[in-house]
């Protein structure tokens, strides 16, 4: 990386080429500036996503600070910290903060472990001509529609459905609608976000660690804790943001294969019409834990290699 | 050094941030009042007197199937006649929820919805729907009078919308799995149910009103009057009733999808529905009957209402009295599965037999059905000496009992 | 890398088990997609082929597949842009906040999306109005465009780590102007992952629904929207398989072309 202010630096009387006309005239003052060209990169990024986006977030938590007329539900800009009251000190909050946040890890570890084998194929042991395909497999299910994959789940697990009639003869049936229904379905529907930055990860390693590591008399185990590990962790971490963060924010599959189970997703939106500060209050509760999740995240050098 | 930096920029993005969130942020329009008999009081809005030139468009907000117009199933087409006839292109949302239709009505850009009664109240409390008048609907005067000034699409004898449809929340089971025969809500309110785990329950804070409405006969002591208007204690009773039945039910229900595939399946035995899931399952074979149970039910009956920041009104009007014609009404009626509000519709049903199995017009029947109402604080059974518990706090007490 | 045969076996079980597990729900769809039965349901009812011809005369679905096209490609254009632009900025210079910025990147995709989409609804209420604009699609592309950024961010920025910038600075040493050595070098260079980018972007933004769902103006139904509002209709819930079973066939094509353009490097796109 460069040290600050300096860009790349071109070399005086080297900018020339036959530039002629306001373009290249343009592009040639540009040039000379680093300072100047920074800002018209960032200019327009920093207008949307830190203005626009931060912005309408913060506009959001701030309303968690006010509070609703209960005879119309309109906002009423009155300043009080009633909403986080109420969200930390009423327990069915707490359940389904933690409920939440343990069905988004575990659907981040099914998901790593289940992906890990596929990832691994596809990079590195797979015929070269057959990666890109191998690929191109994994993707395809994320154009189809996730209320559809939902659905299609919520036979395979309904009750004497496909998953059922499939272990019948081993004696045993499905978990039925539920938590278990919910992380299996959760973890299918962001597996690919997994795969790809493994397969990523994996497919960058360089080939002479790996022989290193064999000549080195490590066995196909101990090649892959000692070096293949270590060095893919950044993509696994990586594939994890998306994991974990979509499970932690998702309402919709939980109602399609939740049986009665909710999580945070469904009390952020129940409250949204009717008493939008609480629900601003209660939805601090997942950004929260997301962005303590990147900054943990980060220290791993993740966000790098997402 | 690298981390203080960070932190700077950090603190400084923030600044910007919330200079920005000052300046732009929530809404509050005008609003309705209590006055000191304790009544609602609306904000004062006159009803359209005449109609005026219509403005060729209307955008209106809708339950998935009120507005069709021919593009999911070419047989269910009453969009195209309408805008051939008056020339107002119509626009819809559909709305999942109850509560997306209140905050799509909120934003001012629709200009009539097709409110349930858990919507209504709420939308004519905040000042979101204009009274009606119902001169300017020709076929108002055919509508059911059961369904004409009720406490859900009327404020003091002003109607705020226009009858649109109409049904009952059922008591379906399993033939094969439930026996005996259900006859009381009872079956789905057992603290030690046979049916453990295959319950089914409607997934909306409104579901509190089932059981009021069961607590209204098992407990008189409560003296509930009405099944949507309840005080401290007697919501806290219908909330300890969900409670314990939380433990049986398998899953609850919102669209009518999940419904049918439960019942179908066998995962869910026994539990509240829609006379139209009712006849969707039977027709898939299904082993399913439904009964309306010795204590009555609950019961929807949505309403057409307009915006009070209408761009359209001309426009809504003349929907408002073509979806209630009686052709129409019929045709809507019998596509969505629920008794039409006009009761010349029954004249032209596709099916003669429609408006018996939905008892439309079967006043006996409805008598016992408790439509939705938005619970607000002025108690709708008229006390005035205690307040009762509005829909924000039903909406928490459903998230409580969910668990 | 060199394994052993038990080590090979073993991997390529659980490979072949994992993918089975992919497709088996997207075989399910297009069985339902035959299905007699008007609900979902196990086993199938009997077959039809009346679903395919009733989707194929649903006008609605086409128009909904339309808007959803044209969200995608709005979405992926802005967010190609302004990606694009980030990732220059955050791999080419130091500046300051440069760690926050490629922090604040990620967010939109990393804080749920009924999060985003009620922050974003609030704000076009309180902004859009004084400027005499509703919502639609404009700002449907808005809200896809926000969390589609970090996906361009992700590829060009991949991209640029590898490819570092004494390539320019050798072009231009052989006399090549900067416009001249950006077209002829670097552009060239992350070319296929700007088009990556672009196509996973499009991706999200043609399956999303949460943020749509706040956004969206009267009348702008994207097809996930319009497959959310066909499931709760009485009728046309096999339809919905249908057009889920086209679209898992369809999406083969842009799946395939994006490996192709990335397969040069064989690292295959970052989401």
Request: aromatic residues 10%; charged residues 15%.
């Amino acid at each position: 990386m460069r040290p600050a202010g300096a860009g790349p630096v071109g070399r005086p009387g080297a900018g020339g080429g036959p530039g002629r006309g306001p373009v290249r005239a343009f592009v040639r003052a540009l040039h000379r500036r680093p300072r100047l060209r920074l800002t018209l990169l960032l200019s327009a990024p920093l207008a949307w996503l830190v203005v626009a986006y931060l912005g309408a977030l913060a506009a959001l938590f701030l309303s968690a600070f006010w509070t609703t007329d209960p005879f119309t539900s309109d906002v009423v800009r009155t300043w009080t910290t009633a909403n986080f009251r109420e969200v930390l000190t009423t327990s069915v909050y707490w359940h389904v903060a933690l409920r939440t946040l343990g069905t988004a890890l575990a659907v981040t570890a099914v998901d790593i472990v289940v992906a890990f084998p596929i990832a691994f194929w596809t990079a590195r042991v797979a015929a070269a001509r057959h990666r890109n395909l191998l690929v191109v497999a994994v993707l395809t299910p994320l154009w189809a529609s996730y209320l559809v994959k939902a659905y299609a789940w919520r036979i395979i697990l309904s009750a004497g459905g496909p998953l059922d009639w499939a272990l019948k003869p081993l004696g045993l049936s499905g978990p039925g609608y539920g938590l278990p229904a919910m992380i299996t379905v959760l973890a299918y529907l962001w597996l690919p976000y997994m795969i790809l930055p493994i397969h990523a990860g994996l497919a960058n390693l360089p080939e002479d660690v790996l022989e290193a590591a064999a000549d080195l008399g490590a066995r196909s185990w101990r090649t892959f804790r000692s070096v293949v590990l270590p060095m893919v962790l950044p993509s696994v971490a990586a594939g994890s943001v998306f994991t974990f963060s979509l499970s932690l924010g998702d309402y919709i599959a939980v109602q399609i294969v939740g049986g009665k189970t909710q999580l945070i997703g469904n009390v952020v939106y129940s409250d949204i019409t009717l008493d939008l500060p609480l629900a601003a209050a209660l939805g601090t509760v997942p950004v929260a834990v997301v962005v303590l999740y990147l900054l943990a995240i980060r220290r791993t050098g993740a966000l790098d290699s997402l | 050094m690298r981390a203080t930096r960070h932190l700077a920029a950090t603190a400084a993005a923030l600044t910007a941030v919330l200079a920005l969130a000052t300046a732009c942020g929530g809404s509050s329009g005008g609003s309705g009042s209590v006055g000191s008999d304790g009544k609602l009081h609306p904000p004062k809005m006159t009803a359209q007197r005449t109609l005026g030139p219509r403005e060729g468009a209307v955008n209106l907000v809708a339950w998935a199937g009120y507005v069709e117009d021919g593009s999911d199933d070419p047989k269910a087409d009453w969009v195209h006649p309408f805008e051939q006839q008056t020339g107002c292109t119509v626009h819809v949302k559909i709305a999942g929820t109850s509560d997306d239709m209140v905050s799509l009505m909120k934003t001012g850009q629709y200009d009539a919805v097709s409110a349930s009664g858990d919507a209504s109240l709420r939308l004519i409390a905040a000042g979101d729907a204009a009274p009606v008048n119902t001169d300017l609907v020709p076929n108002y005067k055919d509508v059911f009078d059961g369904l004409k000034l009720q406490a859900w699409n009327s404020v003091g004898g002003v109607a705020y919308g226009i009858p649109h449809g109409y049904g009952a929340n059922l008591l379906m089971y399993r033939t094969d799995k439930v026996s005996p025969a259900p006859t009381s809500w009872g079956a789905v309110f057992a603290k030690d149910s046979p049916y453990k785990g295959h319950i089914t329950a409607y997934d909306s804070p409104i579901y509190l009103a089932d059981a009021a409405l069961y607590l209204m006969r098992t407990r008189p002591e409560l003296g509930i009057k009405n099944p949507y208007a309840l005080d401290q204690k007697q919501f806290d009773a219908a909330v300890a009733l969900l409670r314990q039945q939380n433990a049986n039910i398998g899953e609850y229900w919102s669209d009518y999808l999940k419904e049918v595939s439960a019942f179908k399946s066998g995962d869910s035995v026994l539990g509240t529905t829609w006379q139209v899931i009712v006849n969707t399952a039977q027709s898939e074979k299904a082993p399913v009957k439904a009964v309306l149970p010795s204590e009555g039910a609950t019961g929807w009956s949505d309403t057409w209402m307009l915006s009070a920041k209408a761009k359209h009104p001309n426009c809504a009007y003349a929907w408002l009295n073509w979806i209630v014609s009686p052709q129409v009404n019929a045709q809507v009626a019998e596509y969505f599965g629920e008794a039409p509000a006009n009761r010349l519709a029954c004249d032209h049903t596709v099916d003669k037999g429609f408006c018996a199995a939905y008892h439309a017009g079967d006043s006996a029947y409805y008598r016992r059905v408790w439509f939705w109402t938005t619970p607000i604080p002025q108690c709708v059974d008229g006390r005035k000496d205690v307040t009762c518990v509005p829909y924000a706090k039903w909406v928490q007490a459903w998230t409580s009992i969910k668990g | 890398m060199r394994l052993s045969r038990t080590a090979r076996i073993l991997l390529r079980s659980a490979a072949a088990l994992g993918l089975a597990v992919i497709y088996l729900p997207l075989l399910l769809v297009l069985v339902d997609s035959v299905n007699a039965d008007r609900s979902f349901g196990w086993p199938p009812g009997g077959v039809t082929g009346r679903w395919w011809a009733d989707a194929w005369h649903s006008a609605g679905a086409r128009s909904a597949l339309w808007v959803s096209v044209r969200a995608g490609l709005g979405a992926t254009a802005v967010a190609l842009v302004l990606g694009t632009l980030v990732a220059f900025a955050v791999q080419r210079y130091a500046f300051f906040g440069r760690q926050t910025l490629s922090f604040v990147v990620v967010l939109p995709i990393a804080l749920p999306g009924v999060v985003t989409g009620i922050a974003l609804n609030s704000a076009f209420r309180s902004v859009l109005p004084p400027l005499g604009l509703g919502f639609g699609l404009l700002t449907v592309i808005i809200g896809h465009a926000t969390f589609c950024v970090v996906i361009v961010f992700n590829n060009v920025v991949a991209r640029l780590r590898r490819v570092s910038g004494s390539y320019e600075e050798a072009a231009m040493d052989l006399g090549a102007g900067p416009f001249q050595a950006f077209r002829d070098v670097t552009w060239p260079l992350v070319r296929s992952a700007v088009a990556v980018g672009g196509l996973l972007a499009f991706a999200l933004s043609f399956d999303e629904i949460v943020v749509t769902t706040f956004t969206a103006g009267a009348g702008v139904q994207t097809l996930p929207v319009w497959i959310f509002g066909n499931l709760a209709r009485p009728q046309q819930a096999p339809v919905v398989n249908v057009v889920a079973a086209v679209l898992v066939l369809l999406s083969v094509i842009p799946v395939y072309a994006a490996q192709r353009l990335s397969g040069d490097t064989a690292a295959g796109g970052r989401i």
